[in-house]
C-alpha cells in the first residue's frame, strides 16, 4: 500500500526548525508515513537537522517548491536564473532529506495567467522546455526526479492538464523529469481524474489527495474509487500526500483563495483525510470504477 503523507501546510507556514520538531512528532502520532515540506524560501529550515528528526520519528519524506511571484521560468533572463537557481536548491535539500521527489508548478509563478494563441503557446512551452532542461539535468545527476504540476486555470494559464504536462516532460526528454497530479486540479480542469492519472503512467512521480474545496479527501464529490483504481492500473506506488492550507501565510492563502477554514481543525482535516484514504486502498477494487 502506498505511504500516505501530509503536507505541514495543513498546520504552519512558514516552516522553520522549531515548527518542525514539533510537527513532525506530531504526524507521526496521527499515524501518518510520511511527511511533506515544502521551500518556500531557502534557510528557513535546515535539511541537515530536518532529516535527522525525519529518521528519529520514522517518516518518509517528499518536497513541494513553491513558486510566489518572482520566481518564474518564463520572465527576465535574470529572475530565470535565479528560479533555475532555487531549483537546484530543492533538488539538494530533496537529496538531503531524502525525498526521490520534487513537485509544483516549477515553470510559471502561481497567479500568473496570461492569453496566448497557438503560436505564442508553441513559442512560450519552447522557451519553458530551454529553462527546464538544466534543472532536470541536475536533479538526474542527484537521482531525484521533478514532479510538473498542472494547476487549475484560476492558478495558471499555462499548464492545466495532464496532457499539457506531459507535452513539456516529452520535449524536455529527461527520466527525471514527470508529473505531480492533485485531485483538487483535476476535479476543474479534467473531463476524468481516473483517464488523467492513466495517461501520466510511469511518468507520475508524485500525488497530491484533497478534497473538491481543498480539504479533507473523501468528504467531497470526487470519484475516489476511480482514482484509486487509476493509481493501480499504473503500479503507482510512491506516497500519496494530502495538500491543504491554512489562512496563517496571507500569500500562501491568498494564491490558494483560502478563505474559511476546511475543516473544524487542521487535526480533524489530516486524521479524517488519512482515515478515508487507508481504507479506500485497502479497499478491492470495484468493477467500472475507470
Known amino acids: 500500500m502506498n505511504a500516505i503523507g501530509a503536507n505541514t501546510w495543513i498546520w504552519v507556514s512558514p516552516l522553520t526548525d522549531e515548527r518542525l520538531a514539533e510537527i513532525a512528532p506530531h504526524v507521526r502520532d496521527l499515524g501518518f508515513d510520511a511527511i511533506e515540506l515544502q521551500v518556500e524560501n531557502p534557510g528557513d529550515w535546515d535539511p541537515g537537522r530536518a532529516a535527522e528528526l525525519l529518521q528519529e520519528h520514522g517518516l518518509r519524506a517528499t518536497l513541494c517548491a513553491v513558486m ?32 526521490g521527489a520534487i513537485g509544483g508548478p516549477i515553470y510559471s509563478a502561481v497567479g500568473r495567467t496570461w492569453l496566448l494563441d497557438a503560436d505564442g503557446r508553441r513559442r512560450t512551452i519552447a522557451r519553458l522546455v530551454e529553462a527546464l532542461r538544466p534543472v532536470a539535468d541536475y536533479a538526474g545527476e542527484q537521482g531525484v526526479r521533478l514532479g510538473l504540476e498542472p494547476l487549475n486555470r484560476f492558478e495558471t494559464s499555462l499548464i492545466n492538464t495532464a496532457e499539457q504536462a506531459l507535452e513539456v516532460v516529452e520535449l524536455v526528454g529527461s527520466t527525471a523529469l514527470g508529473l505531480l497530479l492533485d485531485t483538487f486540479h483535476m476535479n476543474i480542469e479534467e473531463k476524468s ?16 489527495a484533497c ?11 470526487i470519484d475516489w474509487e476511480a482514482i484509486a ?18 489562512s496563517e ?5 491568498a494564491a490558494a483563495a483560502i478563505w474559511r477554514p476546511l475543516a473544524p481543525s487542521p487535526d480533524a482535516l489530516a486524521t479524517d483525510g488519512l482515515s478515508f484514504l487507508r481504507s479506500l486502498l485497502a479497499a478491492p477494487l470495484l468493477q467500472g470504477s475507470r
Open 249 to 253: 501565510n496571507t500569500i500562501i492563502a
Open 229 to 246: 483504481g487509476a493509481l493501480r492500473e499504473i503500479a503507482y506506488d510512491d506516497p500519496i500526500c494530502i495538500e491543504s492550507f491554512r
Open 211 to 221: 478534497g473538491c474545496d481543498r480539504g479533507s479527501p473523501g468528504h467531497d464529490h
Open 193 to 208: 481524474s481516473a483517464a488523467a492519472i492513466r495517461l501520466a503512467g510511469s511518468h507520475l512521480v508524485h500525488f497530491h
Open 68 to 99: 510566489p511571484p518572482g520566481r518564474d521560468l518564463l520572465t527576465s533572463p535574470d529572475e530565470i536564473a535565479a528560479t533555475q537557481a532555487y531549483l537546484r536548491h530543492c533538488v539538494d535539500v530533496a537529496r538531503r532529506i531524502g525525498a
